[in-house]
């Protein structure tokens, strides 16, 4: 069983920068990939980033050149650093983990439902961004 808490979120400008953390019970070496994802009241819950143990990673279109993904795995921790932050963004960001090899990089941004291929998920953290 695998654990994962989220913190980072806050409230922040047009503009401006957060960079969250994903703190996992443990990381299993056999993980296949580790991803966020976001949801906002009235939408359904789309991926923002992967990255995988090779270090590969993916980007929704909608955050690339902006969101970085990354994965200490010493310290069982992900991250996500957002910068030119946007009030589009605002959402509920989770973090999820697939042990099961269900996933790929690439099925963040082709597959419909993606987020069924993860079966691990945390409790979120809240991003706001205003105008």
């Known amino acids: 069983q695998v654990q994962l808490v989220e913190s980072g979120g806050g409230s922040v400008q047009s503009g401006g920068s957060l960079r969250l953390s994903c703190a996992a019970s443990?990381?299993?070496?056999?993980?296949?990939?580790m991803a966020w994802f976001r949801q906002s009241p009235g939408k359904k819950r789309e991926g923002v980033a992967v990255i995988d143990r090779d270090g590969d990673t993916n980007y929704a279109n909608s955050v690339k050149g902006r969101f970085t993904i990354s994965l200490d795995s010493a310290k069982h921790t992900m991250y996500l650093e957002m910068t030119s932050l946007k009030p589009e963004d605002t959402a509920m960001y989770y973090c999820?983990?697939?042990?099961?090899?269900?996933?790929?990089?690439?099925?963040?941004?082709?597959?419909?439902?993606?987020?069924?291929?993860?079966?691990?998920w945390g409790q979120g953290t809240q991003v706001t961004v205003s105008p």
């Open positions: 999820a983990l697939d042990l099961r090899g269900m996933t790929t990089v690439g099925a963040l941004t082709r597959k419909v439902d993606v987020e069924r291929d993860y079966e691990y």
């Open positions: 443990v990381i299993p070496a056999r993980f296949s990939c």
